[in-house]
C-alpha cells in the first residue's frame, strides 16, 4: 500500500499538477493521450482537480500499485501495528545531522540514510528534504567560500600586496 496526499497535489499549474498526477500516483511519466486529457478536463477549472485525483486513483492502475488516496480534510488512517516501528523520516535525521556542526562521517551517515529511504518517503517528506539539503549546501558553499577569502586575504597580508 502507497498512501498518496491528495492535498499536497492540488496546487501548481495545469501542466504541473497533470505531470504531478501522473508521477506521483501512477509512478510513471503521462501518456500524450491521457496528458491531453486531463488537462483539458481540468484547464482553468481548478475546482475539478480533486475529482481528477480521486477518478486516477480509483482506476484499476493505480488499485495495482495499492495507491491509496487520502486528503488532509479526511480522518487520519489507523496506527501501523504495534509490533512494527514506524521508520523515522529521512528528513528528520537529516536535519538531525545538519542541525549543529559535526564530523564529515556525521554528514555522510546522514546522507547515506536518506538514499535508502527515497523509496518510501512520501512528497512531502522528499520536499522537505529538498529544501533542507538545498540550504545546507547553500550553508557548506557559504562557509567554504569565507575560507578561502580568509585564506587569501592572509597571503595578501604575507605578500604585502
Do not use: C
Not at 50 to 55: A, F, M, N, Q, Y
Not at 72 to 92: H, R
Amino acid at each position: 500500500m502507497r498512501e498518496v496526499n491528495g492535498s499536497e497535489l492540488l496546487g501548481g499549474s495545469d501542466h504541473e499538477f497533470v505531470v504531478n498526477l501522473y508521477t506521483v500516483i501512477l509512478n510513471r511519466w503521462p501518456d500524450e493521450d491521457g496528458y491531453r486529457h486531463h488537462l483539458q478536463k481540468i484547464e482553468n477549472h481548478p475546482e475539478r482537480r480533486r475529482e481528477t485525483l480521486v477518478g486516477v486513483a480509483g482506476s484499476q492502475e493505480a488499485r495495482n500499485l495499492g495507491v491509496v488516496l487520502r486528503f488532509d480534510s479526511d480522518p487520519p488512517p489507523p496506527p501501523p501495528p504495534a509490533a512494527k516501528p514506524a521508520p523515522k523520516p529521512a528528513a528528520n535525521s537529516l536535519a538531525a545531522a545538519l542541525a549543529e556542526p559535526a564530523p564529515a562521517t556525521d554528514l555522510i551517515g546522514a546522507l547515506a540514510d536518506l538514499r535508502d529511504r527515497l523509496g518510501t518517503m512520501s512528497p512531502a517528506e522528499l520536499a522537505s528534504a529538498q529544501r533542507l539539503l538545498a540550504e545546507t549546501l547553500a550553508a557548506v558553499a557559504a562557509h567554504q567560500a569565507d575560507r578561502v577569502e580568509a585564506r587569501l586575504a592572509r597571503l595578501e597580508s604575507r605578500v604585502g600586496g
